[in-house]
């Protein structure tokens, strides 16, 4: 079970830290990643942890400005937002995740049934 956390209200401009608890065994043998929903847009990826060397990929709308961590001795996953925009206002969700490939070469699916994730609002 993955319990996401920490959304909330904010200006364009400021920063939330959201988390992801993970329930169960096998969190530290996962690759993580986060994946946001927009009102009216389909569920898109934001940014992916390999579990073993914590190599990190981000989509280029989220590049230098969300981080991805993740703490295997807690079984939690973590993404730092910074300088948020508008468009950043979404539904966030965390899930296992894996590449799959695409027209454009590669993209990202969860694989574990998702949470109710943590909603985001960014105000202008």
């Known amino acids: 079970q993955l319990v996401e956390s920490g959304g909330g209200l904010v200006q364009a401009g400021g920063s939330l830290r959201l988390s992801c608890a993970a329930s169960?065994?096998?969190?530290?043998?996962?690759?993580m990643a986060w994946f946001r929903q927009a009102p009216g847009k389909e569920r898109e990826f934001v940014a992916a942890?390999?579990?073993?060397?914590?190599?990190?990929w981000q989509a280029d709308s989220v590049k230098g400005r969300f981080t991805i961590s993740r703490d295997n001795g807690k079984n939690t996953l973590y993404l730092q937002m910074n300088s948020l925009l508008p468009e950043d206002s979404a539904v966030y969700y965390c899930?296992?995740?894996?590449?799959?490939?695409?027209?454009?070469?590669?993209?990202?699916?969860?694989?574990?049934?998702w949470g109710q994730g943590t909603l985001v609002t960014v105000s202008s």
């Open positions: 899930n296992t995740a894996e590449t799959v490939a695409t027209v454009e070469g590669y993209g990202w699916r969860g694989l574990d049934a």
């Open positions: 942890i390999s579990w073993n060397d914590g190599r990190t």
């Open positions: 169960g065994r096998g969190f530290s043998t996962k690759t």
